[in-house]
């Protein structure tokens, strides 16, 4: 009886031990992120697609003492940190820096992530200054595909019209404001219609051509760090006005 009384009081010591070592660890697929910072699956969803490499433009062209692929990226990463700390979701079109992925895939990812839109970032190389947003304007085709529909059209018009706001009142002082304009005025737009990526999406999608990196003070302002962290400012101010 005393071996009895003595092996149940060391199993239940072992259960009381093993409950406490329990309570100290943590699952292993738990976020770090403070409660705050963590998004729920009811927040809305914004696709972040850092411009190139592609099939038709790796762009590593050096402008000024840097390229476009390497600044989108940058600033694709802030603009990323941004809208999760205001209970955004962002998906990215690329893990990497240099990782190509065809325009047709950056928008079959909005699409599977049914993304509120899908912001397009790149830079552009002309004798003109400042940013400027685009959206599809008419619909175009491409391999065969038309699109994007009547509705997606219409909502990306308000996605740009809204973030046009945000940028505009975040980057007044910094950057000349291009307006908004359409697809169709783009090299490729006028050929195809609309973007292929624009085609391809059944989200509301906006490319932002967020400086004329062939203007050297556009790509002094945006190859700091000063100048990448306003510029996400900028954007995220304007999808949230889209979103919420």
């Given at each position: 009886?005393?071996?009895?009384?003595?092996?149940?009081?060391?199993?239940?010591?072992?259960?009381?031990?093993?409950?406490?070592?329990?309570?100290?660890?943590?699952?292993?697929?738990?976020?770090?992120?403070?409660?705050?910072?963590?998004?729920?699956?009811?927040?809305?969803?914004?696709?972040?697609?850092?411009?190139?490499?592609?099939?038709?433009?790796?762009?590593?062209?050096?402008?000024?003492?840097?390229?476009?692929?390497?600044?989108?990226?940058?600033?694709?990463?802030?603009?990323?940190?941004?809208?999760?700390?205001?209970?955004?979701?962002?998906?990215?079109?690329?893990?990497?820096?240099?990782?190509?992925?065809?325009?047709?895939?950056?928008?079959?990812?909005?699409?599977?992530?049914?993304?509120a839109?899908?912001v397009?970032?790149?830079?552009?190389?002309?004798?003109?200054?400042?940013?400027?947003?685009?959206?599809?304007?008419r619909?175009?085709?491409?391999?065969?595909?038309?699109?994007?529909?009547?509705?997606?059209?219409?909502?990306?018009?308000?996605?740009?019209?809204a973030?046009?706001?945000?940028?505009?009142?975040?980057?007044?002082?910094?950057?000349?404001?291009?307006?908004?304009?359409?697809?169709?005025?783009?090299l490729?737009?006028?050929?195809?219609?609309?973007?292929?990526?624009?085609?391809?999406?059944?989200?509301?999608?906006?490319?932002?051509?967020?400086?004329?990196?062939?203007?050297?003070?556009?790509?002094e302002?945006?190859?700091?760090?000063?100048?990448q962290?306003?510029?996400?400012?900028?954007?995220?101010?304007?999808?949230?006005?889209?979103?919420?």
């Amino acid at each position: 009886m005393k071996k009895f009384f003595l092996i149940t009081f060391l199993c239940l010591s072992l259960n009381v031990c093993q409950a406490h070592s329990d309570k100290n660890i943590q699952p292993s697929n738990q976020s770090n992120q403070s409660p705050q910072a963590q998004s729920s699956a009811s927040d809305p969803i914004v696709c972040i697609d850092p411009g190139h490499p592609s099939e038709t433009s790796a762009g590593n062209v050096v402008q000024n003492g840097t390229t476009e692929v390497h600044i989108v990226w940058l600033v694709a990463l802030k603009l990323r940190a941004l809208l999760e700390v205001k209970g955004i979701r962002a998906v990215m079109t690329k893990n990497r820096e240099d990782q190509l992925v065809k325009n047709k895939d950056r928008a079959v990812t909005a699409n599977n992530a049914n993304a509120a839109v899908m912001v397009r970032l790149h830079c552009d190389a002309s004798t003109d200054s400042g940013f400027a947003l685009y959206y599809p304007d008419r619909q175009g085709t491409v391999n065969g595909v038309t699109g994007p529909s009547e509705d997606v059209i219409e909502r990306s018009r308000k996605a740009a019209e809204a973030i046009h706001q945000g940028m505009r009142e975040v980057l007044k002082d910094a950057l000349k404001d291009g307006g908004v304009r359409g697809d169709s005025k783009t090299l490729v737009g006028s050929r195809q219609g609309a973007l292929t990526g624009s085609i391809y999406s059944r989200v509301p999608a906006v490319t932002i051509e967020m400086v004329v990196l062939s203007n050297n003070a556009d790509a002094e302002f945006i190859k700091s760090t000063r100048g990448q962290q306003q510029m996400a400012q900028a954007i995220a101010t304007g999808i949230e006005r889209f979103v919420k």
